[in-house]
């Protein structure tokens, strides 16, 4: 039986493609406590989680450094190995069967480049191509639609080294498709872009979700790309799972506020609007403040509606304050 005839029989494709079932790692630690005595202690990077993430989802995994989010994703790819628990990606164990996995899977780790860092960009994708055995045709296909899409029809020539990190995140984007993968792990996609830039990725993103029903983990700091792609969110702090749900779920949660970046034609005094506080003004820019749970369309409208309007912004909280809101909000014991 072919590859793709075991894929296609795989029952998995339209249920659980990630399962995990008490997943554990720890890590052994040395200190030096002395000049020639060292202590080993026990660190616990990922605490127990479970979670399954059906095919098609698109799932936002957050939390704050070290939280344990690299960790989970390293051994969903097979780089690392449990110490505990249960761990299935595609009905495939990643740390037993790393090779087969990679086919059915997708990898862009922020800072972390798959391409060639001294060849053209081209080349990592021609690489690829034989690396993976991806038929001629939809090699082709796979390029010219990602090239197109993500804009990078300059760049294919240029070598890896010379390219902004914005361009080789557009870069690393492409090279993680171009085998059709059936689940897509991403690490800070938009770090690097600018707005226009990271509205791209976005768009294309939610089109191939659409179009192939590929299964996306995204890892971000930046809350806009997970109210842009994500239903589901889910929270990791301290290596345990502390919230999984919707993004306006964990507003609720742990409420906050959001800031409207607001230009007009030329400075005036703080705006006044329902709904939204005036925090700061620096000519013709204004910030005002609104609570996170609240929908910016009210507020955008009034403001079109009674000001001189050029551009304007929404800047999410930074995932820290939200879980710092979290714990402030849970009762304490009695």
């Known amino acids: ?15 659980d493609l990630i399962e995990l079932d008490g997943l554990e790692k720890v890590f052994d630690v040395r200190r030096r406590t002395g000049p ?35 960790t989970t994703v390293k051994m969903l790819t097979g780089i690392l ?19 087969r996995l990679a086919r059915r899977i997708g990898v862009v780790f922020g800072q972390r480049t798959t391409l060639w860092w001294d060849l053209p960009l081209i080349d990592s994708y021609r690489l690829m191509h034989r690396m993976y055995r991806i038929p001629d045709a939809r090699y082709r296909q796979n390029l010219e639609r990602c090239v197109e899409l993500l804009d990078l029809g300059a760049l294919l020539d240029v070598p890896v080294r010379q390219l902004s990190l914005g361009q080789r995140m557009r870069g690393d984007i492409a090279a993680a498709l171009l085998h059709d993968p059936e689940v897509l792990y991403l690490d800070e996609p938009t770090i690097g872009l600018d707005v226009v830039s990271k509205a791209k990725v976005r768009e294309f993103l939610r089109d191939l979700n659409a179009e192939r029903a590929t299964t996306v983990l995204l890892t971000t700091h930046d809350l806009t790309d997970i109210e842009h792609l994500c239903n589901r969110v889910m929270v990791i702090d301290h290596g345990r799972l502390v919230y999984d749900g919707t993004l306006a779920g964990l507003h609720e949660i742990a409420p906050g506020e959001r800031i409207l970046v607001v230009d007009l034609e030329h400075r005036l005094p703080p705006i006044e609007v329902a709904g939204a506080r005036p925090v700061r003004v620096e000519g013709p820019r204004q910030w005002l403040a609104f609570p996170a749970s609240a929908s910016a369309a009210p507020i955008v ?19 820290e304050s939200v879980i710092a809101r979290m714990y402030a909000e849970r009762p304490t014991a009695p």
Not at 4 to 15: F, K, M, N, V, Y
Not at 301 to 319: C, F, K, N
């Open 81 to 99: 190995t449990p110490s505990g628990g249960r761990l299935r990606v595609a009905g495939i164990d990643p740390s037993r069967e790393r090779t």
């Open 36 to 70: 020639l005595r060292r202590e080993k202690t026990r660190v616990r990077a990922v605490d127990g989680i479970s979670f399954t993430v059906s095919r098609g989802e698109m799932v936002g995994y957050i939390g704050p450094n070290g939280a344990g989010k690299s």
């Open 1 to 15: 039986m072919t590859e793709e005839a075991i894929r296609t029989a795989d029952p998995l494709r339209t249920g």
């Open 301 to 319: 409208a009034a403001i079109a509606d009674g000001y001189p309007l050029v551009d304007l912004s929404v800047r999410e909280p930074d995932i």
